[in-house]
């Protein structure tokens, strides 16, 4: 896939160049812990925003990938800490409350939070961008479905497959949608096709994750896997067993890619990037 290798590089390199605009001139740790959070990522939600702009004939959507990449590498920040997931390892590298400490990690996360929403002043529809962010990343998405996981974690019983499909609806797909429908919300046209595509997408990419931590290499992966059964947690893995999660993936894949029909060859990108998301080994 060297096309959309190349996108994904190109993707990240824009999102990280808004944040490294942004935070010109500043210097401290928290800016050094910003930084740091931000590089390094597979920038598949970048990729999204940057071309679902394209797809709609969005020029000015460097902002918004800026933007996205600054709240997921903020959730990741948080989710690290010892008082949720406590995990030593990010894409690679120590995470940020190894690197520095707790408190640094925290502020980070709010600052790269703050930030984004900095960045998405200046982009086409920013109001809209930033109220559907907001939502996407807040209790009706990415917060409540963390606060969900957690949650489940000392339940008295394991949750249901449906259960588990709501919560990382918002826990890992809302950022995944919002940054799907970021084009035609930019645009102001119609964002059923991409919605129903990122959503699609968001639930292969947890599927996969919950696949990745029973099958894939700490090393490869660039984090702790294995957590998952240690804790003893319900996942998609586990309510459905590893070959019947794979082929669920696969499904998605396929719908999403279905969505993205009434754009015939201009989405073919987008289709090799779901692909991707099953194929994946990190």
């Given at each position: ?44 939600r ?7 702009a ?56 709010d600052?790269l939070?703050?930030?984004a ?48 499909v709501a919560?990382q ?11 799907a ?20 997408l ?14 894939g ?30 082929d669920?993936?696969a ?5 999403a ?16 990037a ?9």
């Open positions: 896939m060297p096309e959309l290798k190349d996108a994904l590089t190109a993707a990240g390199e824009a999102a990280v160049a808004q944040i490294e605009l942004a935070l010109a001139g500043t210097e401290g740790t928290v800016p050094d812990a910003m930084r740091y959070a931000v590089r390094g990522g597979k920038a598949l970048s990729f999204l925003v940057l071309e679902s394209r797809l709609h004939g969005v020029d000015a959507a460097a902002g918004a990938a800026g933007a996205i990449e600054a709240v997921h590498a903020y959730s990741l920040i948080h989710d690290d800490l010892p008082c949720i997931d406590d995990d030593d390892l990010r894409r690679g590298q120590p995470t940020v409350h190894k690197k520095w400490d707790e408190a640094t990690a925290v502020l980070a996360g600052a939070q703050a930030l929403f900095e960045l998405l002043a200046d982009v086409p529809n920013a109001a809209l961008m930033m109220r559907t962010l907001a939502r996407a990343s807040g209790v009706r998405g990415m917060v409540g479905g963390q606060a969900a996981d957690i949650a489940a974690e000392t339940a008295s019983a394991p949750l249901s497959l449906d259960q588990i919560l609806a918002g826990k890992t797909g809302a950022l995944i949608s919002w940054s429908m970021a084009g035609p919300r930019m645009a102001g046209a119609d964002t059923a096709p991409l919605q129903a595509y990122g959503d699609a968001g639930l292969a990419f947890q599927i996969a994750d919950d696949v990745l931590d029973v099958e290499d700490a090393v490869e992966v660039g984090k702790a896997v294995g957590k998952d059964a240690d804790a003893g947690k319900a996942t998609f893995v586990t309510l459905l067993g590893l070959q019947c999660a794979k669920r993936a499904q998605l894949v396929a719908e890619c279905d969505r993205l029909s009434c754009y015939g060859d201009e989405a073919e990108t987008l289709k090799e779901a692909r991707f998301v099953i194929a994946r080994r990190k």
